[in-house]
């Protein structure tokens, strides 16, 4: 994470530090995951100093075709759920299923990793909510 996410996410708790229940109940919650079928991504996690980040030493070589796998998203709230959405492509902001969601919290905060919060409109216009739904279909749902 950046500096500069820290410090947001930092400002962000203080902000947030005395809510109360009725604040908090307005959150979602969201996170994705990624999983492989093959027996074996090439991944390796490896620990180092910063200033050996860039060393060709520490540079490993391999193939990275794409493998067999997926992503999956889902988010929480607290009386409510969105549905499982398994993503073939990569994760953005346009393949999230919030439409629903967020209809029924007007007023909610989405924070999406490293990405400033989105505060949910009392009301999506017809031109976001046909935009959203266009996106929505190239997902498939649990």
């Not at 009725?22 to 995951?33: L, M, P």
């Not at 620990?47 to 030493?57: Q, T």
């Not at 046909?130 to 749902?141: D, E, P, W």
Request: contains cysteine; aromatic residues 6%.
């Amino acid at each position: 994470m950046k500096p500069t996410h820290r410090r947001l996410r930092l400002e962000l708790c203080h902000a947030q530090g005395n809510w109360t229940a009725t604040e908090w109940n307005q959150v979602i919650f969201s996170d994705e995951s990624g999983f492989n079928l093959s027996s074996d991504d090439n991944r390796v996690q490896v620990g180092r100093l910063r200033r050996e980040r860039s060393n060709p030493v520490f540079a490993l070589h391999r193939h990275t075709a794409p493998t067999a796998g997926g992503m999956v998203w889902s988010a929480i709230t607290y009386n409510t759920r969105s549905p499982l959405v398994l993503i073939s492509g990569p994760m953005t902001a346009q393949c999230h299923d919030l439409v629903q969601l967020m209809q029924r919290l007007p007023g909610a905060i989405f924070q999406q990793d490293n990405a400033q919060a989105v505060k949910t409109p009392l009301g999506l216009t017809l031109d976001t909510k046909i935009n959203l739904r266009q996106r929505i279909t190239k997902s498939h749902f649990v």
